[in-house]
């Protein structure tokens, strides 16, 4: 099957971190930009980050800026995604997706950041909880 894997999510208190992790499974991560995405409980999912292959162009949603922060070691064939302050309404589950079209976080570059049509290879997500 071919899919990303996340894990790393947990509860966590307001004001901590987490590190999140997006490996692959049947494809080569290090090929794609990357996306992560959340859904909090009943509401619709949104995009968060977005990394480009190269690792130099990296896009964060509005609501995320200054507070998280998204890497990749394309030699581990992995994408990380640093969350630091976080808020309850971070609370969520967490997945990445590899961007699978051109140009490189479309979304992000047309003001779309939830924007999912260029996405595949979704992963089952990692669930996030902020609370104390």
């Known amino acids: 099957q071919v899919h990303a894997v996340e894990s790393g999510g947990g509860l966590v208190q307001p004001g901590g971190s987490l590190r999140l992790s997006c490996a692959a499974s049947g494809f080569r991560l290090a090929d794609f930009a990357i996306g992560w995405f959340r859904q909090a409980p009943g509401k619709e999912r949104e995009g968060v980050s977005c990394i480009t292959v190269s690792g130099a162009g990296t896009y964060y949603t509005d609501a995320v800026k200054g507070r998280f922060t998204i890497s990749r070691d394309n030699a581990k064939d992995t994408v990380y995604l640093y969350m630091n302050a976080l808020k309850p309404e971070d609370t969520g589950v967490y997945y990445c997706?590899?961007?699978?079209?051109?140009?490189?976080?479309?979304?992000?570059?047309?003001?779309?950041?939830?924007?999912?049509?260029?996405?595949?290879?979704w992963g089952q997500g990692t669930q996030v909880t902020v609370s104390s």
């Open positions: 997706a590899a961007e699978v079209a051109m140009p490189e976080c479309l979304g992000y570059q047309r003001n779309e950041p939830s924007r999912e049509l260029e996405y595949d290879h």
